[in-house]
């Protein structure tokens, strides 16, 4: 019965909504997004403690105001992400651009293979599915499949229909040690509450004592990977400019903790700067850190 809906769902009301043109579907986003707001309250007091603890200096007026503009920019994410369902690769080249292409290929004339770290800020989806596109490397993300099998297969198909090659957890091991000509590039989003805290490494970050997920650092180190922050800017409703920073083009050369403190320190930043932009819905803080007598 699930599986039946499932398919109703995807083919009688996304798919088709999929070739709406963007204009119309931020229409339907509007009115989405103000009941999403008001009257289901999708995790509202989830949210609310995010920025709380965030932002502890920050006035109550600007707290709801930061709130009510991520609720926008989240629903305006849903419509953009079931639009990407059909979206033609012009139309996709067009409103996803790199801004510093040079520091990419850069890297790639260097003989580098590299790692990418990136969060949950503004339109992530598009981001990945261009990248592909607009890169000398054979890319690649990691992949922790749905339960829901029919849209992960939806969710697979999509990532994948530009060359984007999807790699799941459990089979990164393998695939860091395979032996290939090809340069890689691989994406990893790593702002997620850690599956284990008994393993994470922790530091202070948006004003919180937070654990974090320490396989992209280990995984550079062991392989010798150039580690790189990549985050899609939003220009303009529907536009995006993705940026890369370097973190290192030395992992091993490095303590152990410091590509993930200087990852966080920059997402941080970004945080500041747009607050709106990151997925505060999520239980970042879910875990805290075992400490003993």
């Known amino acids: ?14 798919k088709p909504l999929s070739y709406f043109p963007l204009g119309l579907l931020y229409f339907f986003s509007a009115i989405v997004g103000f009941l999403t707001y008001y009257v289901v309250r999708y995790r509202r007091a989830v949210v609310r403690t995010n920025l709380n603890n965030a932002f502890p200096n920050k006035s109550e007026t600007e707290i709801k105001r930061i709130e009510k503009d991520f609720y926008k920019r989240f629903v305006d994410f849903i419509f953009e992400s079931i639009k990407a369902v059909s979206i033609t690769d012009a139309s996709l080249m067009k409103r996803t651009s790199i801004k510093n292409p040079e520091f990419i290929q850069d890297l790639f004339d260097k003989g580098k293979n590299v790692i990418v770290i990136c969060g949950h800020i503004n339109n992530w989806e598009y981001y990945a599915l261009s990248l592909p596109k607009q890169v000398p490397f054979k890319t690649f993300s990691v992949y922790q499949p749905l339960k829901n099998t029919f849209y992960d297969r939806i969710l697979y198909k999509s990532r994948t229909r530009n060359g984007m090659r999807l790699i799941e957890t459990k089979q990164l091991i393998p695939f860091f040690k395979e032996e290939v ?113």
């Open 1 to 14: 019965m699930v599986k039946i809906a499932d398919r109703i769902l995807f083919y009688l009301i996304l």
């Open 181 to 293: 000509n090809e340069k890689r590039m691989v994406v990893i989003v790593n702002d997620q509450s850690p599956s284990n805290k008994e393993t994470a490494y922790w530091n202070t970050f948006l004003n919180q004592e937070t654990g974090w997920n320490i396989g992209p650092e280990k995984l550079a180190r062991k392989f010798d990977y150039a580690v790189v922050f990549g985050y899609a800017k939003r220009v303009k409703r529907g536009y995006y400019e993705v940026e890369f920073k370097s973190i290192t083009e030395d992992p091993q050369s490095l303590e152990e903790g410091a590509i993930i403190d200087t990852y966080s320190k920059i997402l941080e930043e970004l945080i500041h700067k747009t607050p709106e932009s990151w997925l505060w819905s999520h239980k970042r803080w879910k875990h805290s850190r075992k400490t003993s007598n």
